[in-house]
């Protein structure tokens, strides 16, 4: 049975969002035929689709009878975690033609690796990436040639925008293939003791790129727990991986078994077989609310509390920052795994993985049981874990009863936390977003004066001058969306982390981002409205008192309000952020980039900022 606060909480999703959701609906079922896609071809127009198919293959897309899916692949050589997609339309194509249907790529998207970027001035383009995926979803799809689509991504903007294009289409069934993690490398706490080193200059740049070597070593995902592979756990526990996959190791007998299981199932789900189920109908405001539930649980990356804004946006769904709050206090953290704990992704899958987590949640009534999955079931079909069997096949068994490593996988009975550890902040600087369950209860409540800051550049040069050696909040802002694309300030996290080690308090207020990988510090974040678009924060200045209180869920600045009113916004010189690496090319997301609580989105901005508005305000009164 659902929990009554769960269901309260979706309920009011649902009601807000009826308008909005109606007219998706309303327009994917315009599109969707029980017909292949094709048959809407022209002679001249299909030959072209198919005229570089083998013969037997176009024999098929000639009948207009058997299925054909359409690959979109983010794959690349560069990306750990991506390059193990080399491989796969091949194995895919030679799968679903043993069950008559066919497939081609459709398309590629850029994939770019925010471990290589941090810090450096492509990192302003990388949150505006996702937008830029979805949209080339939508052209790779736009052709008419399929009739469901196999998405190929891991990373942290590429499932986001994987899935916000793959909503365009949501007339298609569409499956998620992951690729899996890379096999465990040093310890976790070995790798952050060396950046910390190094960052005190304790450490020369040869012992720190070994370390690091160490760590990142292999084709497959980044071990910890970020976006990456928080993006893993959403789609399995959204219903759009194949039960158990997340966490499979690739190139791998049992990861190839994986791929050629759920290319077959995909296939069922088209119009033209036994289960047509478009992904119209798997993503939902349930849905929604279960990958919110999973973040939790999981100590999951902060970015989503941006990318599930506005996938559900892309769903006609009006989830606000105020839902996930809600959320965070019911939801317990179930999952330890690095930086909220010192294991990584593997050693949660060998103590019981997602089907472990997800039975706990439905037992407990924190999930959505009865939804539609690409597996043809609802949630209770994923608690399970998967093997190989004696033919080399796929075999699933329940999950253990009990963790087997109950140091990174907790029950129901027994949790880390309390809480899912997210949480938002409101306060005369506007809204913030801050993530502690990595963060020690004794620094959840920080006073300290500020000192303001425009670039990470100029935080790391005061570190090392000693100048932040003292209670501190740095205040680093006109790094939101419209001002710089919004990048990641987790290259700050080393620095502060030495400060904190010294005995001071210290925390980071900021319009930008930090990754799930954001550590120990405790950062309000996302700070909404930004600089840029005339926030608060502009307004802040050296020795300025704050506050930062992640028990009572606020965020002040200790000014007198007549004073603070007052004050004018301190100017900024962005013009280093508007070219070099293709940013020139941005300008226009830059300048019509929504809010970081609306999801930092660029799609249907007239309409969706004012239908969020009135929901944030509906949200307000529901909480009061």
């Known amino acids: 049975m659902v929990h009554p606060r769960l269901k309260e909480i979706t309920d009011r999703i649902i009601e807000r969002s009826a308008t909005s959701r109606q007219d998706y609906l309303r327009r994917m079922k315009a599109q969707h035929t029980n017909a292949p896609q094709r048959t809407n071809l022209g002679c001249t127009n299909l030959a072209h689709g198919f005229a570089a198919c083998p013969v037997a293959d176009k024999q098929h897309l000639a009948t207009d009878k058997q299925p054909n899916l359409g690959i979109v692949t983010a794959y690349n050589d560069m990306l750990s975690a991506h390059q193990p997609y080399e491989s796969y339309p091949e194995i895919i194509r030679e799968t679903v033609r043993k069950i008559q249907a066919t497939a081609q790529v459709a398309g590629g998207v850029p994939a770019m690796c925010d471990g290589v970027t941090q810090g450096l001035p492509a990192m302003d383009l990388s949150l ?7 949209m080339s979803v939508a052209v790779g799809l736009s052709h008419g040639m399929f009739d469901a689509a196999v998405f190929l991504g891991v990373c942290d903007k590429i499932v986001p925008g994987l899935l916000i294009g793959a909503l365009s289409f949501g007339h298609l069934p569409a499956i998620f293939l992951p690729a899996g993690p890379m096999t465990s490398g040093i310890a976790n706490d070995e790798k952050a003791r060396i950046r910390q080193l190094f960052a005190e200059g304790k450490a020369t740049r040869e012992e720190l790129l070994a370390s690091e070597s160490a760590s990142y070593h292999s084709p497959g995902t980044c071990t910890f727990y970020g976006t990456a592979n928080s993006n893993q756990m959403l789609m399995e526990i959204m219903g759009l991986h194949m039960p158990g996959s997340s966490f499979i190791n690739p190139l791998t007998p049992l990861r190839k078994a994986l791929v050629e299981e759920a290319v077959t199932q995909v296939v069922e789900l088209t119009a033209q077989r036994s289960t047509p189920t478009p992904l119209f109908e798997i ?3 349930r849905a929604i609310v279960n990958g919110v539930v999973g973040l939790h649980a999981t100590g999951g990356s902060t970015n989503h509390t941006m990318h599930l804004v506005a996938i559900a946006a892309a769903a006609g769904i009006q989830l606000t920052w105020q839902d996930i709050s809600d959320l965070s206090e019911l939801v317990p ?33 924190l999930l959505h049981k009865d939804v539609k999955t690409v597996n043809g079931t609802g949630l209770e079909g ?29 029950p129901m009975s027994v949790p880390f936390n309390k809480d899912g550890g997210l949480k938002v902040l409101t306060g005369n600087l506007g809204s913030a977003i801050i993530k502690t369950s990595a963060v020690a209860p004794d620094r959840h409540v920080i006073e300290a004066p500020a000192q303001v800051f425009h670039t990470q550049e100029d935080v790391e040069a005061a570190f090392k001058a000693g100048e932040l050696n003292k209670d501190v909040i740095v205040v680093l802002r006109y790094v939101g969306p419209q001002a710089c694309g919004m990048p990641e300030a987790h290259k700050l996290t080393p620095p502060l982390s030495v400060v904190q080690n010294r005995g001071y308090k210290v925390a980071l207020v900021t319009d930008g981002r930090m990754s799930g990988a954001s550590g120990k510090i405790p950062a309000a974040i996302h700070v909404t409205p930004e600089a840029m678009d005339g926030g ?14 992640a028990v009572s869920g606020t965020l002040e600045l200790l000014v007198p309000a007549d004073e ?12 280093a952020y508007q070219s070099g690496t293709g940013r020139e090319l941005f300008a226009s997301f830059r300048a019509n980039v929504s809010s970081a609580d609306t999801g930092a989105r660029l799609f249907n901005l007239e309409q969706t900022n004012k239908t969020q508005r009135n929901a944030d305000t509906i949200s307000a009164m529901e909480t009061v």
Do not use: C, W
């Open 564 to 575: 603070f009113a007052q004050r004018t916004a301190a100017p900024a010189d962005l013009q």
């Open 536 to 549: 608060p924060i502009a307004k802040v200045r050296d020795g300025d008192l704050l506050r930062l209180d």
């Open 382 to 410: 994923y608690t399970v874990n998967v093997f190989l069997d004696d033919k080399g096949g796929v075999l699933r068994k329940p999950a253990p009863t009990k963790a087997l490593d109950e140091t990174n996988l907790a």
């Open 283 to 285: 993503i939902d405001e």
């Open 333 to 365: 953290l179930l999952a330890r795994v690095y930086p909220n704990g010192k294991s990584d992704v593997n050693h949660f899958e060998a103590a019981g993985g997602m089907g472990f987590l997800i039975r706990e949640l439905l037992d407990a009534g």
């Open 128 to 134: 505006f990436s996702r937008d830029l995926i979805a």
